[in-house]
């Protein structure tokens, strides 16, 4: 997605995967890797379910407007997952779709809008986390065909939810404060009940904010919902992991913070990074949040706990 292009108003039905398959991919040619890594992932994937039953579906004018749905990926937490629609009328199997996929957080989120695309198969999910403090977050359900016209709005379900970076990166010592000078300074301590402090010759003290565990996640586009701006503190969880032929960090960040903190695991390339992220580093960037219902069964409550996942 350019980012002209991301400037229009309403959720764009019509987009594609080009920009999550970049996440994976160190090469400008995306076509030779989506043809590479989605034929190994037919040839070789080990892992395989369908839709319980035909589902709506718009392929083009050459195909059912109903049809079953097979997923197939590699039994590995970071792997590539494929849509193919079983085509019975015309007796051959599409390809549907291809994008990452992570096996990640559990989350339990109160689905507030269903944003279904163009093809039908696929969608982005709006909902709110944390309970009466509800933040909003949107993201991609990367197995939205399995539930087409069981998901209930108002409901909370619990979803494993991940995030992929377009831009990654650990912010500079030098970005780690903000200075309040002068009247400024003077104000915000009036406002906050604090003792005013001036240097020796008579001169406000600034005040100082450290930056190190901001956790800000601000969506970008509203036809993009699941593209967000982050900085998040590196929850002690750092990891190595390797797929598709190039080196990622595996990190926990945080996408929400109460009382307790969502924290996500966020898959990033190593290529982005200017300085190797350590645990309790600030990490800022955009990514694409993602996931799938892991129960969909509702739950009483929007009740997040912070774990610690093996992913």
Known sequence: MEEENKKQDGFDANQGHGNHIDCLSDTENTAEFISTWLAETIEKGNKAFATPEPVDCDFGDDSPKRQKIFYISKDEPLHLMVLIGADEVNKRNVVVSGYPEFDGAEVAVKLTDIHEWAAGV???????????????????????????????????????????????????????????????AIDY????KQE?????????????????????????????????????????????????????????????REDEEIVVPLIAKKSLFQTSPKAHDPVRGILWLQGYCQDLVPVEANGNERKDQDG
């Open 196 to 256: 005013q402090q001036y240097d020796k010759d008579g001169n406000p003290e600034p005040v100082i904010f450290r930056m190190e565990e901001m956790v800000a996640y601000l969506p970008r586009w509203n036809n993009y919902p699941d593209d967000a701006e982050f900085q998040s503190p590196v929850f002690g969880r750092r990891r190595s992991i390797s797929a598709f032929g190039i080196s990622f960090w595996r990190l926990d960040i945080a996408i929400a």
């Open 122 to 184: 696929e969608a982005t999910l709006e909902g709110e986390v944390l309970g009466e403090a509800a933040r909003q977050i949107a993201f991609f359900d990367t197995r939205y065909a399995m539930n087409k016209g069981r998901y209930e709005i108002g409901k909370t379900y619990k979803f494993r939810l991940s995030a992929f970076a377009y831009r990654a990166d650990v912010l500079p010592e030098k970005d780690r404060k903000y200075y309040m000078k002068g009247q400024a």
């Open 189 to 192: 301590r009036n406002s906050t």
